[in-house]
């Protein structure tokens, strides 16, 4: 008899998720807690791991395919769950013996069961002796492997490669299968260098798709269709639903931020901070928190169904960032209450994270304000659009040697430009204008914090 098991709720209101890759097969023993699948939400890449220890019946979707929450995801054979008739000494059929529970584990947010036994080993482990190498065919079939070794490959047990979400997503992309390339690098991490070298030697057309021949025109068209899934359809979403449900006003501030350069490039000198990352984006996230504490209008959220504008008395501080699955919004807790020194970890540590694909569904929610810096692209300003339940958002234009009046005489001087944008049934005209000019100040003269403390 199988067990199904269906897809959790996976935190934060999401409805679905499309299955990355599946890193068990059918026919394969499940330890408890192993690492059944990577999903993607609309907001995060998550590893599904097993509520159950026995064998894989079926898979009931397959990679790529969408599954609602609820709906079946796998298939187990339980060991117990139904225990064959004894003939007893009488040469009677005895009852059936109680069958024990399966050993099941904590589902969302999930997390080892109490007596749950240890989990397979992360590092692949190579057979010994003098036996011939062979392929774990029950892995391989479990992922992607459009490109076949060239040449033997030695058996790979445990449950799965070492790499990191966005390794997994490029092999995925050219049809390389991380079983094959961890046998090949050993016991370290799969980079993304090991899966462009397996690729080139295997097949460098696949390696190098720019080289390939153009395909052939359809109909006398070229065209690419790529589906509107995870994070780019959940971001599309969001901002339809902002742009035409708050009504969006921005307005611009340049300002000279000569002196906050300096003072950054002072504190990189210091070899007590020689372990933290400081920059701009750092001093603006700490002017925006010191801002908001004047200006309280901009953390704020419009509350259509109670009829309220709800005031937050903290700031969750949300930084845009530029990922492989797309754009996404991870948040600082509570980053008011963080030094120059706090912020500047919590932001390093949030950029690290949503470039690893590891940002979770519950970091991406929950924002009260929102930074995106355009200056890393070379921008110098932009309208950009609120996150659906925040009231601003400031856009970081690029800092640029400009001529500038300084002190009556024209020098060339560090200017940069701020775009702020601010839902106006929460915000007015006046108080936008005393926010950016807050942090326009404190931008311009860093000194100013001390008075706004």
Same mark, same amino acid.
């Given at each position: ?18 299955? #990355? ?24 890449? #998550? ?101 076949? @070794? ?23 992309? $050219? ?6 390339? %961890? ?21 460098? %057309? ?13 109909? !006398? ?5 790529? @589906? ?9 979403? %969001? ?103 706090? &912020?500047?970890?919590? $932001?390093?540590? &949030? ?47 690029? #800092? ?7 002190? !009556?005489? &024209?020098? #060339? ?6 775009? $702020? ?8 005209? =006046? ?11 404190? $931008?311009?003269?860093?000194?100013? =914090?001390?008075?706004?403390?």
């Amino acid at each position: 008899m199988s067990t199904d098991f269906r897809l959790p709720d996976l935190g934060e209101g999401l409805t679905e998720a499309e299955i #990355v890759q599946w890193l068990v097969a059918p026919g394969e023993t499940v330890a408890l807690n192993q690492t059944l699948a990577e999903v993607e939400t609309a907001k995060a890449i #998550v590893e599904l791991p097993s509520p159950y220890e026995g064998v894989v019946a079926a898979l009931h979707a397959g990679a790529g395919d969408t599954v609602a929450v609820g709906a079946p995801l796998i298939a187990f054979d339980l060991e117990g769950e139904e225990t064959p008739e004894t003939p007893s000494d009488e040469g009677t059929a005895a009852a059936p013996a109680a069958a024990e529970p399966a050993t099941q584990a904590n589902l969302v947010g999930y997390g080892a069961a109490p007596t749950s036994g240890s989990r397979p080993a992360r590092r692949a482990r190579r057979s010994g002796g003098t036996e011939t190498p062979s392929v774990d065919t029950a892995v391989l079939e479990a992922a992607p492997h459009d490109v076949l @070794p060239t040449g033997p490959v030695e058996t790979v047990q445990g449950e799965r490669p070492r790499s990191t979400p966005p390794v997994r997503a490029h092999a995925k992309r $050219l049809g390389v299968d991380l079983v094959l390339v %961890a046998a090949e690098v050993g016991d370290r991490p799969i980079t993304r260098a090991d899966v462009d070298a397996y690729a080139e030697r295997v097949s460098p %057309a696949v390696a190098h798709p720019e080289k390939a021949a153009a395909p052939a025109a359809v109909d !006398g068209e070229r065209e690419t269709r790529i @589906p509107i899934r995870g994070v780019r359809k959940h971001t599309a979403e %969001a901002m339809v639903a902002s742009a035409f449900t708050a009504p969006h006003v921005t307005c611009f501030h340049t300002v000279d931020v000569t002196e906050t350069m300096e003072l950054i490039a002072s504190l990189r000198e210091d070899r007590a901070l020689s372990g933290h990352r400081i920059g701009p984006l750092v001093v603006i996230a700490k002017a925006v928190c010191l801002a908001l504490g004047r200006t309280p209008g901009l953390n704020a959220r419009w509350d259509a169904e109670a009829g309220e504008i709800v005031q937050h008395h903290y700031v969750d501080l949300g930084i845009a960032a530029a990922t492989e699955r797309g754009l996404i919004v991870p948040n600082i807790r509570d980053a008011d209450r963080m030094s120059l020194i706090g &912020l500047a970890d919590a $932001l390093t540590a &949030l950029t690290e994270t949503a470039r690893s694909g590891r940002t979770s569904p519950s970091d991406l929610a929950g924002g009260t304000f929102s930074i995106t810096n355009i200056g890393v692209f070379g921008i110098d300003a932009g309208t950009p659009i609120l996150p659906p339940g925040q009231s601003g958002i400031l856009a970081v234009g690029a #800092v640029r040697p400009q001529p500038w009046v300084h002190r !009556g005489e &024209l020098a #060339v001087r560090q200017v940069m430009t701020l775009s $702020l944008s601010f839902d106006h049934r929460v915000v007015d005209g =006046a108080e936008g204008a005393r926010f950016l000019k807050d942090v326009a100040d404190i $931008l311009q003269q860093p000194g100013r =914090a001390i008075l706004m403390a």
